[in-house]
């Protein structure tokens, strides 16, 4: 019985791992927190700092486009977007 038990416990964490279930707690830099803030560098620096946590979220480099063409940039550099995040960091 206990092969059985543990069989379904891995095949369960194998479907887990297979489906990928977003497992991560909403942080502070999402893209609609985001999109809340004063002004387009201010946006783009909230969604810069939300990649640098985690760079695989496709929303978050989707907004940071769409960011960025509201800002009236054509492109940015990373170097910008370092800068950028650092300010928002540096809010209170």
Do not use: F, N
Not at 60 to 73: K, N, P, Q, T
């Amino acid at each position: 019985m206990r092969y059985v038990i543990g069989i379904v416990i891995a095949l369960a964490l194998d479907a887990a791992v297979v489906a990928g279930p977003d497992l991560r707690v909403p942080d502070r830099g999402g893209p609609r927190v985001c999109a809340e803030q004063q002004t387009p560098d201010a946006e783009i620096g909230c969604l810069a700092d939300a990649i640098q946590h985690d760079p695989y979220r496709r929303a978050l480099w989707v907004a940071l486009d769409h960011a960025i063409e509201r800002s009236g940039r054509a492109k940015i550099t990373d170097a910008e977007l370092t800068r950028l995040a650092l300010r928002y960091r540096a809010v209170p």
